[in-house]
């Protein structure tokens, strides 16, 4: 009976989020409710204790990343400079090649720190205009745009500013580069499948006399060859985010030591303020790299941007709370599913996997599918099961940054079910429906869950990391 709650309250929050409600409304009632049904003694201490405390301490932690993210999206749409890389990009890489060129255009905006969904307006007007010309489906443009944005940049390179990458490295005590060359493969071996598979789906349609297609709806306007900025200029914020996230990440431990404290200047007597730094350099590198990213835009296009800043500015912060507090409530509503009884058996059945990256692997990609957010399924699983994962790490003798790296990987594999924002959001841009766009999203969300074991694999083999 205990575990029927605990599967009953995530198939609620799972068939609550696809019907497009609320999750910092609904987390909580689920969690509640299997409370309710296990003891209602503990509703109230459950909510405020646990849920409150857990939720609390993840916008601590990750709300400064996200409104960062946010507004160095922002101005890089505001400047003209997404639009300039775009175009230079596919100048480069030529119209013909149209899909490869979305993907490298989506990944560049992605590891340079730009938002998955600022990625998604910004490039959509420019692949339907490509799609177009080379006589390609439209139907086509919602799995590029995932390959390129909601993969390799999103978790599996080393160094990507995503919230994705940057979670584990508070449980595992990690930063944003573990695991490089696991990374790298894991890449390698999601950008040749999904670009195989694009280019097989292209050609089918060609074969079966299949265009662009017409009435379509929510085309854009036919793209204006506007003056643009300097390719060089567009693309130097996002070097520089890259550049000093390593900086940073380097020079933070060695400036602040293992901990930092100090001794508020308050009336009466306080205890001192201690802060662990190996808990937050990663979160601290990335903070200060944004930071920074957004300043080399002002350096350049401070006339631009800052005649639509304050209305930009705005729905930056908007999105980066409901992000934050979406994926904070998710992270809350694990923490009180795993204070339950009938978690015993999900983590006494996932024990039983004897693989210790497998078991982390199948946990994180589970609960990202059914929570359909990459970071919120992640959270969960890390919330209530890092203790086991470190224990395992150590056992095995695996290092932690293999744990890092594959946590990341997974959390992106099977987060993008129907049910999923980001998936919602781009069909939604591209006027598309799920009915003709899903499968080739699904097909990506297949070849990224299985390059998390293909990587694991590849530790096995070689030892690699």
């Given at each position: 009976m205990d575990f029927l709650i605990v599967l009953a309250a995530l198939a609620f929050l799972m068939?609550?989020?696809?019907?497009?409600?609320?999750?910092?409304?609904?987390?909580?009632?689920?969690?509640?409710?299997?409370?309710?049904?296990?003891?209602?003694?503990?509703?109230?201490?459950?909510?405020?204790?646990?849920?409150?405390?857990?939720?609390?301490?993840?916008?601590?932690?990750?709300?400064?990343?996200?409104?960062?993210?946010?507004?160095?999206?922002?101005?890089?749409?505001?400047?003209?400079?997404?639009?300039?890389?775009v175009a230079s990009v596919i100048n480069l890489i030529g119209r013909e090649r149209a899909m490869l060129a979305i993907v490298v255009v989506c990944g560049l905006l992605t590891y340079g720190g730009v938002s998955l969904f600022v990625v998604v307006f910004a490039v959509y007007p420019f692949a339907a205009e490509m799609f177009r010309q080379g006589g390609i489906p439209k139907r086509l443009i919602p799995g590029t745009i995932a390959l390129g944005a909601f993969t390799v940049t999103m978790d599996s390179l080393p160094g990507?500013?995503?919230?994705?990458?940057?979670?584990?490295?508070?449980?595992?005590?990690?930063?944003?580069?573990?695991a490089p060359w696991l990374g790298i493969i894991g890449a390698v071996f999601i950008l040749v499948s999904g670009l195989a598979y694009l280019e097989w789906s292209r050609?089918?349609?060609?074969?079966?006399?299949?265009?662009?297609?017409?009435?379509?709806?929510?085309?854009?306007?036919?793209?204006?060859?506007?003056?643009?900025?300097?390719?060089l200029i567009a693309i130097l914020p996002l070097i520089m985010v890259g550049v000093m996230n390593k900086v940073f990440t380097n020079l933070i431990p060695a400036l602040y030591g293992e901990k930092v404290s100090f001794i508020p200047a308050v009336i009466g007597k306080v205890a001192p303020v201690v802060q662990q730094t190996k808990a937050v350099a990663a979160i601290w590198a990335v903070e200060g790299a944004l930071l920074i990213g957004i300043a080399t835009v002002f350096v350049f296009a401070w006339r631009t941007v800052f005649a639509k800043f304050a209305e930009g500015s705005k729905s930056a912060i908007g999105g980066a709370l409901l992000a934050t507090m979406n994926t904070a409530s998710e992270y809350g509503f694990g923490a009180v599913i795993a204070a339950l009884p009938g978690f015993l058996v999900v983590a006494n059945a996932l024990s039983a996997i004897p693989n210790p990256l497998i078991n982390e692997a199948i946990t994180v990609t589970s609960l990202a599918g059914i929570t359909g957010s990459a970071s919120g399924g992640m959270s969960i699983a890390l919330a209530a099961m890092a203790e086991t994962f470190i224990a395992n790490a150590q056992a095995a003798g695996i290092p932690l940054e293999v744990f890092h790296r594959v946590a990341s990987m997974a959390s992106g594999g099977m987060d993008t079910l129907p049910h999923n924002g980001a998936v919602i959001t781009l069909l939604a841009v591209t006027g598309l429906t799920h009915r003709q766009s899903y499968k080739d999203i699904f097909a990506i969300t297949c070849?990224?869950?299985?390059?998390?074991?293909?990587?694991?694999?590849?530790?096995?083999?070689?030892?690699?990391?």
């Open positions: 068939f609550v989020a696809y019907r497009g409600y609320s999750v910092i409304l609904f987390a909580p009632i689920c969690a509640l409710g299997a409370v309710l049904f296990v003891d209602p003694n503990l509703v109230a201490p459950m909510f405020t204790g646990l849920f409150m405390d857990k939720m609390v301490g993840f916008v601590k932690n990750f709300f400064p990343v996200f409104l960062l993210g946010a507004v160095f999206g922002k101005v890089i749409e505001l400047s003209g400079f997404s639009k300039a890389i990507t500013p995503q919230i994705q990458n940057i979670i584990p490295t508070t449980f595992f005590k990690t930063d944003i580069y573990a050609r089918r349609a060609a074969a079966a006399g299949e265009g662009y297609g017409e009435g379509h709806l929510n085309e854009p306007e036919p793209f204006e060859h506007e003056k643009l900025a300097h390719p070849i990224k869950t299985l390059a998390v074991f293909v990587v694991i694999g590849v530790y096995y083999a070689t030892g690699i990391v």
